[in-house]
């Protein structure tokens, strides 16, 4: 009875050392893909700005799109102008300027315009942001779809202040294809306005998951160290004293 419980903490021991271990693994996974994902951004963001033509319209080839700017061309639609809520930026919370561009009849792409901080006296007000009435070119990097934030509601958000985008929402709404992609503004407007542009490099925590990966390997570890003491190490000790 004895030698049958002992080998079932050793299979418990074993299967947590092989959970834990896993998990660490899956952590360094993690790291290595942002990485890549970092390491993407910084080379595509140096390179030649893509013609126009080179927007891709699916996710196909989208992501060795990531990160490249571009120049385009195509007219505001600034009844759609939409202020993403709770961005923060230097420590401060603020709106993300977005108005959809109209690149052709039926093709639209949302612009991520720019940053701007909120109003401390009346959290309703959004920023000034004039546009030019007319085609209009600009020069902008292509980046995913703007983050999601925790939802407090399913109802679908209305107004103009929105914590989250909703593509097939928004689309209708326009009455257009959206590129299922955004474009981050780098030119300055006309006519000028006070958004801010200087779009920061993505935040991806790399160093979280290293540690998560550490702490895996530690209970691993730990959980090994365990074993071998109280069901290997222990017990003959105890035979050699008798």
């Known amino acids: ?18 959970v834990t271990a896993r998990l660490g693994v899956w952590q360094l ?66 709106f993300v300027v977005v108005t959809p561009l109209l690149l052709g009849p039926g093709d639209a792409v949302i612009v991520e315009r720019g940053w701007a901080p909120r109003d401390a006296s009346d959290r309703s007000r959004v920023p000034a942001a004039p546009l030019h009435d007319g085609p209009v070119r600009l020069e902008a990097r292509i980046a995913a779809w703007p983050s999601h934030r925790l939802d407090l509601s399913q109802t679908a958000e209305q107004g103009p202040i929105r914590q989250n985008l909703d593509p097939v929402q928004l689309a209708r709404d326009i009455g257009a294809t959206l590129r299922p992609l955004s474009l981050q503004q780098l030119s300055a407007p006309e006519p000028a306005d006070s958004l801010q542009r200087d779009w920061p490099e993505p935040v991806l925590d790399i160093w979280k998951n290293q540690g998560y990966a550490l702490q895996w390997f530690a209970l691993c570890a730990l959980v090994a160290g365990l074993a071998l003491w109280y069901g290997w190490i222990s017990p003959r000790r105890r035979g050699k004293e008798r």
């Open 1 to 18: 009875m004895m030698r049958r419980a002992q080998w079932l903490v050793w299979l418990g021991a074993l299967v947590a050392m092989a």
């Open 29 to 94: 996974d993690r790291a290595a893909q942002k990485t890549a994902i970092l390491r993407a951004w910084h080379e595509h963001s140096v390179l030649a700005p893509l013609s126009m033509a080179a927007l891709p319209h699916d996710s196909a080839g989208l992501d060795e799109a990531l990160h490249r700017s571009i120049v385009v061309e195509g007219r505001w639609l600034p009844r759609h102008t939409l202020y993403l809520d709770n961005r923060i930026r230097h420590g401060a919370a603020g």
